[in-house]
């Protein structure tokens, strides 16, 4: 199977920057696309930002013009840089990767990761 491990989230003043970062690992084939959500509490998960094997790329309305993502498929890592972080980024936020552990399957599986804690105070 394919793991997925984060790292970078942390506690971040109104207006700051973190860096998230995810490294796969595993039986993997292929990687398609990668990307974040996130989970605020009482909220339903939703997509953050996401990035193709070509490095097209789209974003939520929320964080369009402070966050990005960036992928390195020689390494299996995807970044996110968020700036400009507000209160309401707070949430836990999950690595995905849409992956095939064979070439013998037609279509793409996701994966996730553990999730890493971000907190924006006001």
């Known amino acids: 199977q394919v793991q997925l491990v984060e790292s970078g989230g942390g506690l971040v003043q109104a207006g700051g920057s973190l860096r998230l970062s995810c490294a796969a690992s595993g039986s993997i084939f292929s990687i398609n696309g990668m990307g974040w959500y996130r989970q605020a509490p009482g909220k339903q998960r939703e997509l953050v930002a996401a990035i193709t094997s070509s490095f097209n790329t789209n974003y939520a309305d929320s964080v369009k013009g402070r966050f990005t993502i960036s992928r390195d498929n020689a390494k299996n890592t995807v970044h996110l840089q968020m700036n400009s972080l507000k209160p309401e980024d707070t949430a836990v936020y999950y690595c995905?990767?849409?992956?095939?552990?064979?070439?013998?399957?037609?279509?793409?599986?996701?994966?996730w990761g553990q999730g890493t804690q971000v907190t924006v105070s006001s």
């Open positions: 995905n990767a849409r992956a095939k552990i064979t070439p013998l399957t037609i279509y793409d599986y996701d994966y």
